[in-house]
């Protein structure tokens, strides 16, 4: 069955510095998605992507985060200038958009600022 | 904030049937009702969605009340597997609708 992959699964990475968190969406999806859920809180949502632009962003997704589909297979998340309060893990999701159908979603990367 | 309204806690003997409630009393026409679950930090797994048809695939069935105010998510067979955190989730059915999700109800499946 078809999958959505994220690499790494752990990063950790230096407060300050810039992360890129990669997603390959199952391939005939058309809408892609970000979440992040920090240690022992909620799911939430950060931003959807669709027909190469951002339909719909959360508040948390500021001017730090930024994401782009470089190629057809990549779904990739950018965090410029990393905070503490970043560290969470971070779920890419896609679906195919039409009719309810629903959204499946990646293993996570484990972010961690340090 | 969430739409929807779950026990936070429930508990299941192994090979029983679990039967997890929800209630989204709001619910609008356009709005479909999804589950799924957490399995300690993985990614939430999708287990089965709805409009106003009771469902039924291999892992769950899905039975929702005429008035679409309430919903039942049952797990037919549980294992020690199913052991979880479950979210029902109401969402538009078209385009790029986000997922909104609660606190969900903590399954816990006892030997």
């Known amino acids: 069955e078809p999958e959505v992959t994220q690499t790494p699964s752990h990063q950790v990475t230096q407060m300050g510095q810039e992360v890129i968190l990669r997603c390959v969406p199952i391939s005939n999806h058309l809408y892609f998605y970000w979440y992040r859920q920090i240690l022992g809180q909620k799911v939430e949502f950060l931003v959807s992507f669709y027909n190469n632009e951002i339909s719909e962003k959360s508040e948390i997704f500021d001017d730090q985060f930024s994401v782009e589909r470089p190629d057809g297979s990549n779904f990739t998340l950018k965090i410029r200038s990393t905070k503490l309060e970043d560290s969470a893990m971070y779920f890419c999701?896609?679906?195919?958009?039409?009719?309810?159908?629903?959204?499946?979603f990646g293993d996570g990367t484990r972010l961690s600022i340090l | 904030d969430a739409k929807t309204t779950q026990p936070p806690s429930m508990d299941c003997a192994e090979g029983r049937a679990a039967n997890l409630p929800c209630n989204h009393s709001t619910i609008s026409g356009n709005e479909y009702v999804y589950w799924y679950r957490q399995i300690h930090s993985q990614g939430p797994q999708y287990i089965i969605h709805g409009l106003k048809n009771n469902e039924t695939n291999e892992m769950a069935s899905l039975i929702i009340t005429e008035d679409r105010k309430s919903s039942t998510l049952i797990l037919p067979h549980a294992t020690l597997r199913d052991t979880a955190v479950y979210y029902c989730i109401v969402r538009e059915y078209q385009g790029a609708q986000k997922l909104v999700f609660g606190q969900g109800t903590r399954l816990t499946i006892n030997p």
């Open positions: 999701a896609s679906s195919a958009g039409q009719g309810g159908q629903p959204q499946h």
